[in-house]
């Protein structure tokens, strides 16, 4: 089933002109419990590995916290992310590149205290990418490992929200507020960066932007990717639940946790309380420089 999110209540541009120029594209993936193969896009799935190179493992010295491993030494990095270019178009791969893989180590790291990455850009057609076992690391909690999810990808408009500029923010903050005293909506929950794990478009900040510079050229480097623990909040549900997934009486609210939960947080991640994490790259550099960052609420 696809999933698809409602039209906006208004129309921002007309309302705020000033925002339109920051306008981009963002993919919504809506991954969603299921039992994807090693050869389709995933979160939290099996994904294809080359016979010829060794499963990836991390060698960090972890902090002592509740998600620290019960000893040192190398930990097997768990798949994430798996992406076909096929299904998220909009996704500039490297060249002779068309499958990305997300991979982290499932224990806090010093810095953000959340698993740390690693992406790797594939050919996808190479003979000897085969289906590998997903491991799974002794002590590691399950909120950093995610359940077995199809994705839904779907085209969406972000515009910024944190990343407003702050002379457009101030210059535009009482109309925002006479808009949510008027018709309920904001801009800053309702009509600006779409939540949920997606590619492209703004992060899902919930808190100050904290956006990583290449080290090479120096320039700020563009989002990948986020990592969401939740599909939509408390707030911003009313414009970002899928048509699918609404109820056909009352709100997500009432229907049964569990129900909820797999439709809010179908991978079952926590990071944080309620964060995310969020990828960066350069692709100005040829090698592709990458970086994360992470918060929560």
């Not at 995610?146 to 972000?158: A, M, Q």
């Not at 995310?276 to 692709?283: A, H, M, P, V």
Request: aromatic share 10%.
């Amino acid at each position: 089933m696809a999933r698809t999110t409602p039209p906006r209540p208004l129309d921002v541009e007309t309302l705020f002109p000033e925002v339109a120029s920051y306008r981009k594209t963002a993919v919504r993936l809506h991954p969603r419990l299921g039992d994807p193969s090693a050869r389709e896009s995933s979160l939290g799935g099996p994904v294809l590995w080359p016979l010829s190179e060794p499963w990836p493992h991390c060698e960090d010295d972890h902090p002592r916290t509740a998600f620290s491993p019960p000893a040192q030494g190398p930990i097997p990095l768990v798949p994430v992310l798996q992406l076909f270019a096929a299904d998220v178009p909009d996704l500039a791969f490297p060249s002779a590149t068309d499958l990305l893989q997300v991979l982290w180590c499932p224990f806090d790291h010093e810095d953000g205290y959340v698993p740390r990455p690693e992406i790797y850009w594939r050919d996808g057609s190479l003979s000897d990418l085969q289906p590998a076992n997903r491991p799974r690391p002794t002590g590691a909690d399950n909120d950093y490992l995610p359940d077995p999810c199809v994705l839904h990808p779907e085209r969406v408009t972000d515009y910024p929200n944190w990343d407003l500029p702050d002379e457009v923010a101030n210059a535009l903050e009482a109309r925002f507020e006479q808009l949510e005293e008027e018709t309920g909506w904001s801009y800053w929950s309702h009509l600006s960066v779409s939540d949920g794990v997606k590619v492209g478009g703004y992060p899902t900040w919930t808190q100050e932007p904290n956006w990583p510079t290449c080290p090479t050229c120096r320039v700020r480097m563009e989002h990948l990717l986020t990592i969401s623990s939740n599909e939509f909040d408390g707030e911003s549900w009313r414009t970002w639940l899928p048509i699918e997934d609404t109820p056909a009486m009352g709100t997500i609210w009432d229907l049964p946790y569990e129900q909820r939960t797999e439709i809010q947080c179908p991978p079952g991640l926590m990071l944080g309380d309620m964060g995310g994490i969020y990828l960066f790259e350069c692709t100005s550099c040829s090698d592709r420089p990458f970086a994360y960052r992470s918060d929560c609420s």
